[in-house]
């Protein structure tokens, strides 16, 4: 199945919750705001021992101060204008965002969702009167300031002193539902125009496609064939799995399995031509023998560096070292789950090892230049002792993922990316293959690819829940080849429904999420 690199979609799949330390800075403003003149000072939903939760309605540009905040970017931290000095410990702090075209939320009701939870810990935090009090998200949301940011904060109760926030009447309509008490939350009946002052950090968006090897260990031609699904990707295509197996129980689907074995694993027919830029290469283990026994991860197969487990890293730990490389040990990976990210920032001469989303380790370096090299393996390197156990989400970036961009993507399902046109140089497709729609969730277009190896007649139909045919996408004869067709789902209510692909004997079905 050559050069089918890229076949299906790149998808980012969300409602992640991660759990990272708050970062709270107090002389600091945000990048962008809303307000910074509320003298009503508030206690929804910091200042309620026993717990409160507040749904608030942000108008769609709202964030104007000092500046309009443009497409494009994802916020990373929120902040609340107080109005009281004081320490206090949450439990279950927790912050859920979503957008809607919607201009007032319905009195005596929550916004239905749905949510992206974007923070969620018990926690510490710290205020100063008039000052504004940071929260990190342990997820970046995306946001479009063309639709309105809806926000439900809440807390299931808190000890030290407590937190007022200013709040700027935002008429008309309402723009705040708070809860009747504690946890489980429940709206009080009314509602108002309060909004309240917060601002946000925000990076640019950011597509979270790996561009040089993304093996997913799933949707393959053959038991010892596997796709890189990267964008646009390097090496060949399909790949040849040595010794190891695929099989169940990787971090989404199905994974690579060693028994660290010698002269085994994939090798990619990738250059290395990683040179002096930053990079980012991840993986997700699990099943690791927790001894000093050394088995090689990945690695350039002539040694100018490698990843492996055990040996010189200790016992059940990881490390990466090389030629000009400084060791960087992730601790206590074994037996796992456990997602290992290795980044390196050419900006810094740094390299940052993180353990499912969090930094472990950073090991400043001496410039690196990583020669092109003459081969990369993954599940081993060289001929020595391979993968022992699973493995899951090997990705490779010619780029370095902030902090921020790591914690988001670790635990992130990551679809295969599709090829959006072909070249007459580019064979076709060996085996018959219908990918996940992207995006998904979706509202109302969504894009569906599928792979042809011989032409044939096709249908392409869509299905409710309950398995009544909701709409006829293909019924006609095509030609062998890789076909992205766009589905406008604008006459469908929201909902769960499901897309079957039926030619030459060939039948295959994936769910969609349609969310309005």
């Known amino acids: 199945m050559k ?98 075209t919607i201009t007032s939320l319905t009195m005596g009701t929550f916004y239905p969702g749905p949510y992206d939870t974007v923070f969620a810990k018990d926690t510490s935090t710290s205020s100063t009167s008039g000052g504004w009090m940071k929260i990190q998200l342990s997820k970046p949301f995306v946001y479009d300031p063309n639709k309105s940011l809806i926000t439900f904060v809440g807390q299931c109760g808190y000890t030290g002193t407590g937190t007022t926030v200013y709040n700027t009447t935002v008429s008309p309509n309402y723009k705040r539902i708070w809860s009747v008490g504690g946890c489980p939350f429940t709206p009080y009946s009314g509602g108002d125009a309060s909004t309240v002052n917060f601002g946000v950090d925000v990076e640019p968006a950011v597509n979270y496609t790996p561009e040089v090897i993304y093996y997913k260990f799933e949707n393959n031609p053959a038991a010892n064939l596997v796709l890189n699904c990267a964008n646009p990707g390097a090496g060949v295509n399909p790949a040849t799995v040595l010794v190891h197996t695929l099989g169940p129980g990787g971090q989404f689907d199905s994974c690579m399995i060693g028994t660290g074995a010698t002269n085994s694993g994939i090798a990619t027919g990738w250059a290395t031509n990683l040179g002096s830029g930053s990079w980012t290469i991840s993986m997700w283990l699990d099943s690791l023998p927790n001894n000093t026994s050394l088995y090689y991860l990945w690695g350039e197969t002539t040694g100018s560096f490698r990843c492996f487990l055990g040996g010189a890293a200790g016992a059940g730990n990881v490390i990466l070292r090389g030629t000009g490389i400084t060791d960087v040990v992730v601790s206590a990976v074994a037996p796992g789950p456990t997602a290992v990210t290795y980044v390196y920032d050419s900006a810094t001469a740094t390299i940052y090892g993180y353990k499912n989303g969090v930094l472990a380790n950073s090991v400043v370096q001496t410039p690196l230049n990583l020669a092109t090299g003459t081969g990369f393996k993954v599940g081993a390197y060289s001929t020595s002792a391979g993968l022992n156990g699973k493995m899951d989400e090997f990705r490779v970036y010619k780029r370095a993922l902030s902090a921020t961009q ?111």
Request: aromatic share 14%.
């Open 3 to 100: 050069n089918i690199n890229n076949f299906c979609f790149k998808n980012v799949v969300t409602f992640l919750i991660l759990f990272l330390m708050v970062s709270l800075t107090f002389a600091q403003t945000p990048q962008y705001y809303n307000f910074n003149n509320g003298t009503s000072a508030n206690s929804f939903p910091f200042n309620m021992a026993a717990g409160k939760a507040v749904n608030t309605l942000f108008l769609p540009g709202a964030f104007n101060q000092p500046a309009p905040l443009p497409s494009g970017y994802q916020i990373t931290a929120v902040y609340f204008r107080c109005g009281t000095t004081g320490t206090r410990s949450f439990t279950n702090l927790h912050i859920l965002m979503a957008q809607d």
């Open 406 to 516: 790591v914690a988001a993507s670790w635990n992130m399902d990551i679809a295969c990316g599709l090829v959006t046109g072909m070249s007459k140089n580019i064979p076709l497709p060996e085996t018959y293959m219908l990918c996940q729609n992207y995006p998904n969730p979706f509202n109302p277009t969504t894009k569906i690819g599928f792979a042809l190896p011989r032409s044939g007649f096709v249908t392409l139909k869509v299905y409710d829940i309950l398995g009544k045919e909701v709409a006829t996408l293909i019924n006609e004869y095509k030609t062998a080849g890789n076909y992205i067709y766009e589905f406008n789902a604008s006459n469908l209510s929201t909902g769960i429904y499901f897309y079957t692909l039926n030619v030459n004997g060939f039948t295959d079905t994936k769910k969609m999420l349609l969310i309005k």
